[in-house]
């Protein structure tokens, strides 16, 4: 419903509410209903009156060769197109370089740390050796005299 009412009113003339638009006038770049072709201005560009529809098509056919004359031989677009391709491979090549570097980086981080696992488990197990040897010592004379007991 709204779409069909807002139809309505951008088909009305703005001068004549109550007429529907139905010509254009190419010279005054307007739109125009019948009371409008008949008084003003327009009369005097008769040949220049043409329908919405034929209107319509005449821009759309503008706006594309507008369009195609922007473009030209691609010259331009060929040039943005190129530098885009080598900016893409630049940022290619740079991510993977600091990749590599990245992965160098972390791999020495992690040598670094299992080779201090090694060394505090090294050092762990000697701290086990010289607290148990004297422990297990301990344990057999108590166990020595636990058995002359009996």
Do not use: M, W
Not at 66 to 86: E, I, M, N, P, Y
Not at 117 to 123: G, K, M, S, T
Request: hydrophobic letters at 30%; charged letters at 30%; a negative charge.
């Amino acid at each position: 419903p709204t779409a069909s009412i807002v139809n309505e009113v951008v088909q009305r003339c703005p001068l004549h509410e109550s007429r529907q638009l139905t010509s254009y006038c190419r010279e005054c770049c307007e739109l125009l209903c019948e009371i409008c072709l008949s008084t003003g201005d327009h009369p005097q560009h008769s040949e220049q009156i043409c329908s919405l529809t034929e209107a319509s098509k005449e821009k759309r056919e503008a706006v594309i060769e507008t369009q195609r004359g922007s473009l030209g031989d691609g010259g331009a677009f060929k040039a943005s197109l190129a530098r885009v391709t080598k900016s893409i491979d630049s940022l290619h090549n740079r991510t993977e370089s600091v990749s590599k570097r990245v992965t160098e980086f972390f791999q020495g981080v992690v040598d670094s740390v299992r080779k201090r696992e090694r060394e505090v488990l090294d050092d762990l197990d000697r701290l086990r050796t010289a607290k148990v040897l004297p422990l297990e010592e301990q344990k057999a004379r108590v166990e020595a005299l636990l058995s002359s007991r009996d």
